[in-house]
């Protein structure tokens, strides 16, 4: 992946590896799928009123709640 770091990709890796324990609680929703690594990583949220919704890990800024 170019202009991301190797560091940067490992951590977003690791951070799809730990959602991919499904139906975590996150703010504002619930992880419900988790596929990819490093910068491609991506979860699939319900959020609570939203509607389901892919993000990509690098991005998407969940915190456990």
Not at 18 to 27: C, F, N, P, Q
Not at 38 to 56: I, M, S
Request: hydrophobic share 45%.
């Amino acid at each position: 992946c170019q202009g991301i770091s190797l560091e940067h990709q490992r951590a977003v890796g690791a951070r799809a590896e730990a959602a991919s324990g499904l139906a975590e609680v996150v703010k504002y929703g619930v992880i419900l799928d988790a596929e990819g690594m490093g910068g491609e990583a991506r979860v699939q949220v319900n959020f609570t009123g939203g509607g389901v919704k892919w993000l990509v890990l690098a991005y998407a800024n969940l915190r456990p709640v």
